[in-house]
């Protein structure tokens, strides 16, 4: 059973895709998470985060919008956000985005 960081990224801006270029962290056994947004910038930034399906087995081309769990969603400059309990199956993925390639995602929990 393993603990501790499962992934850490700062990708540049722009609409995450299921490349891995966006991909936060891919599960190789059920894996509860904790992921957090942080802004690094004084103004705000826009953010997405997917959790993709171990059914979806592309690693190219766009998000199927059913996989968002949020979208859009204005994070405010010089602050962070977590969402919490976020449960992957194996190989279900984590991708990440933000419109100015200002944050930084860091997910972290257990595998059992």
């Given at each position: 059973m393993?603990?501790?960081?499962k992934g850490?990224?700062?990708?540049?801006?722009?609409?995450?895709?299921?490349?891995?270029t966006?991909?936060?962290?891919?599960?190789?056994?059920?894996?509860?998470?904790i992921?957090?947004?942080?802004?690094?910038?004084?103004?705000?930034?826009?953010?997405r985060?997917a959790?993709?399906d171990?059914?979806?087995?592309?690693?190219?081309?766009?998000?199927?919008?059913?996989?968002?769990?949020?979208?859009?969603?204005?994070?405010?400059?010089n602050?962070?956000?977590?969402?919490?309990?976020i449960?992957?199956?194996?190989?279900?993925r984590?991708?990440?985005?933000?419109?100015?390639g200002?944050v930084?995602?860091?997910?972290?929990?257990?595998?059992?």
């Open positions: 393993a603990s501790g960081v850490s990224l700062k990708p540049s801006g722009g609409a995450p895709d299921l490349t891995n966006y991909k936060l962290f891919g599960a190789t056994a059920t894996t509860t998470v992921l957090s947004a942080c802004n690094q910038a004084a103004t705000p930034d826009t953010i985060i959790v993709v171990s059914g979806t087995t592309a690693t190219s081309g766009a998000i199927d919008a059913k996989h968002y769990i949020e979208y859009d969603f204005s994070l405010s400059g602050s962070a956000m977590e969402r919490t309990g449960t992957l199956e194996n190989t279900g984590i991708m990440v985005g933000s419109g100015a200002n930084s995602f860091s997910a972290y929990g257990i595998e059992t």
